[in-house]
């Protein structure tokens, strides 16, 4: 099985901050990664996929990139409603998905 | 607007039974494949299973041990998983979540429905 690990498993930042994400697979997975954002108490919602697609209606401020074994996601600037829980999740053995164990998003 | 409601969530003892429901609408559900995701409590994302358009192609994940069921009706645009000997571990809040079939991503999501297995 694939396994996804994300670091840092939490993170204090600013508002305006840059702030970076990154996911890192077992093995290579390509390009097939995909993160989702996830606020308390709601379903998680699609942000990037294939490594580095803004999904239709996510803002510009996100962007995801690599390939092979090493992943980012970066918020450029981040905002209020950014706070929240990100996950990586390969779907290189598709439809055997794998999420990484998340990232908490904190206001410092 | 594209929807997934799922229902059927509850309290049930340890090796007890449940079926959730997944109900689609504004996007023809017939075409989509579609997953199953599970929440346990303070938890990460697990995914759960996954069912083609057609039901021609079913997956599951290893941890289940064939104990959960996933199945569709596509004429009624619902997605089910029906679950069997419950266990604790089991507990968790349960999605449903549409397969982008072209670009291996989950784009819609349900808002989930809660399982709680306990005496």
């Known amino acids: 099985d694939i396994q996804m690990t994300q670091s840092p498993s939490s993170l204090s930042a600013s508002v305006g901050d840059r702030v970076t994400i990154t996911c890192r697979a077992s093995q290579s997975i390509s390009s097939y990664l995909n993160w989702y954002q996830q606020k308390p108490g709601k379903a998680p919602k699609l942000l990037i996929y294939?490594?580095?697609s803004l999904q239709s209606g996510v803002p510009s401020r996100f962007s995801g990139s690599g390939s092979g074994t090493d992943f980012t996601l970066t918020i450029s600037s981040l905002q209020p409603e950014d706070f929240a829980t990100y996950y990586c999740q390969q779907s290189y053995s598709s439809p055997k998905y794998t999420f990484g164990q998340g990232t908490k998003l904190e206001i410092k | 607007e594209v929807q997934l409601v799922e229902s059927g969530g509850g309290l049930v003892k340890p090796g007890g039974s449940l079926r959730l429901s997944c109900a689609a609408s504004g996007f023809t559900f017939s075409t989509w494949s579609m997953n199953w995701v599970r929440q346990a409590p303070g938890k990460g994302l697990e995914w759960v299973s996954s069912?083609?358009?057609?039901?021609?192609?079913?997956y599951y994940a290893d941890s289940l041990k064939g104990r959960f069921t996933i199945s569709r009706d596509n004429a009624k645009n619902s997605l089910y998983l029906q679950m069997n000997s419950l266990r604790a571990e089991d507990t968790a809040v349960y999605y449903c979540?549409?397969?982008?079939?072209?670009?291996?991503?989950?784009?819609?999501w349900g808002k989930g429905t809660t399982v709680t297995v306990s005496s």
């Open positions: 979540a549409r397969d982008n079939n072209s670009g291996y991503y989950m784009d819609v």
């Open positions: 069912i083609s358009s057609s039901s021609s192609y079913i």
């Open positions: 294939t490594a580095s």
